[in-house]
């Protein structure tokens, strides 16, 4: 009798957490949307989203996120073409040909690296990186966006090769028995079968990284250079939409046309961040069916 009590008040505990993880993201959603919905009033949203020109101190001032945009898409883009292909064969590796040592060794360093902080990993970046790539690509700066590509690569592959792995070991054996019965070799039933039974779970694992990469901020801002204009190569300098939020909402003044334009990026990231989480779940869902 005792224990029945108990388990049902850790279930009640479980539910209510989860139902106050749910009314959080929608209470903050609620506040994202109100100061957004009140620059978009004023300002206009197709103004917003298509101008080219964010100088929010000038007069007039102009909110234009495009190039704030593309600043995201380029190094978000950079950052899985790095992360992707290295994070999938890092897990096929550790999951199916890794001896058993040298897989502990590797999921622990896995580990290790999702928990480096992105301040860190900036630092580290503006340090080592930035001159590296000034020097060997001869660019009057190496705070571009290939650098913050491949310190958010750095940052995503953790989650790419941990789900990945996840999902490539829950493939039967005996799509790999009946594989190897039928005289396939192994790099063969790997590639054709196992690759194959876990791609849902390995497009989630890529869904997840890139809303990683979407959402770093520190990172980004120290070493991507912060120009807030359209990129013509991922060899210049570009400003994300985080970075934007993070260096100017210290220097905005509470109410101004500026300070709810920064909310309305912050909408604007919710949402795309939002929509990748919901591929990624979906995804996920059919890996586990």
Not at 178 to 207: C, E, F, N, S
Not at 217 to 233: F, Y
Not at 251 to 267: C, D, K, N, P, S
Request: glycine share 10%; aromatic share 10%.
């Amino acid at each position: 009798m005792k224990r029945k009590i108990i388990d049902g008040i850790i279930e009640k505990i479980i539910f209510i957490c989860g139902i106050l993880s749910v009314v959080f993201v929608v209470l903050i959603f609620g506040f994202l949307l109100k100061e957004g919905f009140a620059f978009f009033k004023d300002f206009g949203i197709i103004k917003f989203v298509a101008g080219k020109f964010w100088y929010p101190t000038s007069d007039p001032a102009q909110f234009g996120i495009l190039s704030l945009i593309v600043g995201s898409v380029f190094v978000t883009v950079g950052a899985c073409a790095i992360a992707v292909p290295i994070g999938v064969m890092a897990a096929l590796y550790i999951s199916e040909i890794a001896p058993k040592g040298v897989r502990d060794v590797l999921k622990s360093f896995v580990e290790l690296m999702a928990a480096v902080p992105s301040v860190v990993i900036g630092f580290v970046g503006m340090v080592t990186l930035v001159p590296l790539v000034r020097s060997i690509f001869d660019i009057p700066t190496g705070l571009t966006a290939f650098s913050g590509s491949i310190m958010l690569a750095f940052m995503a592959m953790p989650t790419i090769v941990t789900i990945s792995e996840d999902a490539i070991r829950s493939v039967p054996w005996s799509y790999k028995e009946g594989a190897l019965a039928l005289g396939a070799t192994k790099w063969q039933t790997l590639r054709r079968i196992v690759l194959k039974a876990a791609m849902p779970g390995i497009i989630a694992a890529i869904m997840l990284g890139i809303g990683r990469v979407v959402g770093e901020t520190m990172a980004v801002m120290m070493i991507t250079g912060n120009a807030a204009h359209i990129p013509h190569s991922i060899f210049e300098p570009v400003r994300t939409m985080t970075a934007t939020i993070a260096a100017e909402m210290g220097e905005t003044v509470r109410g101004g046309m500026h300070y709810r334009a920064l909310f309305a990026i912050g909408l604007v990231l919710f949402i795309i961040t939002f929509i990748v989480n919901f591929v990624a779940d979906l995804f996920l869902g059919k890996s586990k069916k």
